[in-house]
């Protein structure tokens, strides 16, 4: 094996990344090097390419970015039993501490000193990537190779789709970013009867309409609640998932929600956000549950099992494929919206 | 109105039925009278029809059968609220007494007084039928009018899924009678990635591989034991429906489930089931729900909303439709299960 | 009988309240007149009194004020089932319409019409009241009488407390008013292994103490926070019971809680509340869940069954009983805040 | 260290065990040696003394018996990261394999592979015993010695109490050996109202009344479902914990229960158990929860906090204390029933 691989490199403490040259990662003893055969971008990619708040408080360069990732198995740490080289994975993203009252008790995605691959360790945007055996997961054979880096977003849009019960229900999704699209075709498959999805940018609500929504609307331009109202009547929505972290679409979707409802919020708002509490939860009854990440690993299970019975086909969501050298053009295509998942082949 | 109206009557203690003039019956001031529209046969039906044991102890001659139905509302008590004349309804089967602790904790379905239309009071094989307001289900306009009869089986099929939570998960249904077919269908649609269904009969497994089912195995003469081995791996089944009623597909179909999964049993043994329950229960850790009736009436909006998005397309398991006064072409084909749904129009 | 009771009257749209001579009222046929034998002060009852902002909103004098009772059935409307002259009972708040989604799927404590006792029909603080046949619960004879009344304060602790599964668990409740003084009771019974309460007022952090709490702070001089951490550590709380409606215990109280905990909201802030979402919610995984009514009436068994066995002392929280006439002296008590639950009797 | 040590060995295939020298252990780099500071007498430890079926086919003799346990870690693997020397700890004795299905999804104490602590290796009746990184418990200082190697029974009772959501409900426990005993104090410490306990030995429902029973019945001499009957009133129990194995306890325990009730099942039959799932499971409703294990150890928090915070009392249930050494004076009253736990210390 050489010792040198291409990566994307956030180098300086600025705007933007480099393709170059870097060193081969060594291996600790539960560690895993894997090749990187598929890999995709998440909105957290893009935050550190644009270098925005978050990322300057979280990421310290020079870094190798990404997180979602797809590869063989070519060299284990010597403690390592999950897996053999050869073997074709994907990882989880939490790196859980194990020892807090979290791991502890069977929540290791929530862990209280969880670190985070691609954020405060190297990422998998390179020829070759190191990930912990806590995190591996053995792909099935039938999934095809494309998918096998979005059941890490796909796992996050189940844990947010879940708690609704969605099977014949009424449901709001508000937001239609990758995790969005793909929460939509999951209410989908998961049997909800009635989806209706609030989206500013048109690529998305076309996209949004492909994967499984009955109906969409653009928030800028019309008025979500007036909609709630015209598609559900005055019952509303039994469930809305919450998957843009804007104020605004917080506020309506939770307002959208029939008494003795439930709302998951997945999006991330920059801000705090002003609740009526006592009209809008306490008076109604209502369950808000907040979702990061995936249970390790029966959400992995529940994401394989769709894709490889082809019960999900998230294909509409994949917009674009590229090199990874040529990173920038997803990058670019973030910051405009204009696309779903973008998957970058080393 | 006429005064004497044709309906399938049980008049004799003994095996059939006639197909007579009786009185157009009279309604109490919470009853509705309905024209019916629509009625389908339950397997309840064909025991009364038949004349076993269970029927025998159970219905007192002379008695008009038949329980799932739909109609025009023609009259109306006069305390009733909830619908007027002209209101195209359906009927919950369940009628709960309103005062015991079932009824008093939102259980009404498992009250301990329960009556059952065309059981315990006469049924909707007939032109008019006479429904409880506390029964009454208005139906939606965008449900086809041959399946709203069928939302009633339709329900139960739904509460023996719904524990599974089958999102993305591995099926087992044991039994693919009426409600089994609609349960492989409700399980398809609600997510379930893989579904094994096991039926001796032919007729209803070609049905089952129509309505959702991924594999189906013969019981009679395969091992169903090893088809979960080979499909699903020595993990077994997340979640069994237990649809049969038959001891060895109800000790099958718990074996099947993997550790920690979950059991339906909705399929009603004639006999006492001997079960091992250290080894199949408690070692295992496993859920064994009971399943009967519908919730009244969450259950029912979920079936509607189903329907009439087309989320659920039960057309293929309606096999055939008679004239009311063939029934006993329907009866004869229950007899010998080459039958999915009959529906019996007046 | 008589056709003049006394009773306590908002007269006029302005503060206070006057105990004046009205007429009997008369029933509908799902009604039940009863003979007032206990009554209570609620929280509502004194913003009514005080004529603050909700209050000027929702009640329109002259207005029979009170909503917590037990009394006699002395007279029943003529489709009456449940009850018979000469019962002891006590009444459901919540009046509910019986059609809406809510009524229909077992939630009629949050009907969408929902009318509410003392609030938008005439109360219980007077010689006779009016209940509605749907919201009647007949007392189990081994509660004692002065208890009975409190019976529906302490179904919105149960609600309240239910959702923390706190059995072994460490528990905050922000708030030591009635109904906070009673969750502390209920999370006590229920097996909480240590509870730490956040109130203001000495009189309730001392009555907080008497009833089951482990530790008491005062938000107004001490750091909440700080408690926790000295209490339980970097973990946190396992749950948290907001009965305050206070902005600041509100968000402390879901500060405190640990990632993948459970937040109870029952106090009714009156303006919005500012959450940093992302932090406290979403990263934490958390549940936040709005508590209204009871659940009917299966939070009433809970509530009677706790009351009957005495597994739940409630004594220590009646603080002070007056003759109805005297009802101003606990109005002046619950504006010093200087009491735990206040028993009126006619 | 010494290199010898005393220990209750079974070193013939045959009843009963000696107490004799045998080797210190070695451990490997991921266990722990402790001293043992005190161990209990579990009804698994009796089978194995008395050689019963069970027991002839799992244990290969020589073998040290026992698997509730604590002491002080006196040595630590190489890998091992939880503990240090001079720690004082328990261990779960759930062995789990770490990768199977039910190890993948959070649930390692069903275990498909899995191997018991004394059970599939040498267990800890003895002055030093080995136990697994993965099973090892840091016990909190506050708890009472004695009590420590009891938090592996207590937790199996919490398991099986947790499910019946005991707070203000009607309970009936079949069985009240040593764990029907904890069971009965955890229901109280939960907040049951009223406990009702079927036991045939004198003293141990002697001992069920002083831990928290509110009622006794001999269901040898007495008709346990008539003793419902008075007790509950035809509604029945809200919830049956089955601690025995009796089948006759199983059956009626299930019939005890009102419909849309919860029966947990704990006790291992030792034969087949024939059911009336019809009348007694699907018609009325009920959900049978196969109870094993503990939850690692989410349910060890549970158990730690019951104990440390004094909310449970066991030492009523710790009814003799013996040195190791005369470790057949507690298997002799286990024989005889005549006992609640009984602690072993080298």
């Known amino acids: 094996m050489k010792n040198k691989m291409e990566a994307v490199v956030k180098e300086k403490p600025e ?15 539960e560690q895993i090097l894997i090749k990187v055969e598929s890999t995709s971008i998440c909105g957290t990619d893009h935050h550190i390419y644009v ?6 408080n979280n990421i310290k360069p020079p870094h190798i970015m990404g997180h979602e990732v797809a590869g063989k198995v070519v060299k284990i740490g010597n403690r390592v039993k999950k897996v053999q080289e050869g ?6 993203t939490h790196i859980p ?18 670190k985070i691959l691609g954020v405060h360790q190297n990422g998998v945007f390179a020829e070759y990537a190191v990930i912990e055996e806590v995190d591996v997961w053995k792909n099935d ?6 998918l096998t880096s979005i059941q890490e977003p796909l796992g996050n849009a189940i844990e947010t789709i879940l708690p609704g019960n969605v099977g014949g229900k009424d449901v709001l999704i508000t937001g239609a970013g990758p995790i969005g699209l793909i929460s939509i075709a999951v209410a989908r498959v998961f049997g909800a009867a009635n989806i209706l999805v609030s989206e500013p940018n048109k690529y998305r609500r076309d996209l949004a309409l492909k994967v499984g929504a009955d109906h969409v609307v653009d928030p800028a331009n019309e008025d979500l609640m007036r909609a709630v109202d015209d598609i559900f009547g005055s019952k509303g929505v039994d469930f809305t998932a919450e998957m843009s972290g804007n104020p605004k679409a917080i506020r309506d979707g939770i307002k959208a929600v029939t008494a003795g409802g439930i709302v ?20 109604k009854n209502i369950k808000l549950i907040g979702v990061t990440g995936r249970k390790m690993f029966s959400t992995w299970h529940i994401a394989s099992n769709l894709l490889k ?11 674009h494929k590229f090199p990874l050298k040529d990173f920038e053009k ?3 295509l973030m910051t405009e919206n204009n696309c779903g998942k973008i998957i970058l082949k080393p």
């Open 330 to 332: 997803g990058m670019k």
């Open 51 to 56: 270098w925005n708040n978050w990322a300057q």
């Open 15 to 29: 705007y933007g990344a480099v393709f170059k040259k870097v060193d081969i990662p060594e291996i600790g003893p």
């Open 309 to 319: 019975s082809k019960r999900l086909d998230l294909s509409p969501i994949i917009t």
């Open 87 to 92: 073997d074709f994975v994907s990882s989880e």
């Open 141 to 146: 054979p039938n999934i095809p190779k494309d």
């Open 97 to 114: 501490c194990g020892h807090c009252y979290q791991c502890q008790t069977s929540q290791p995605h929530i862990c209280k000193n969880l």
């Open 264 to 283: 998951s919020l997945l999006g991330l708002p920059d801000q705090e956000v002003s609740l009526d509490l006592t009209n809008d939860i306490i008076f």
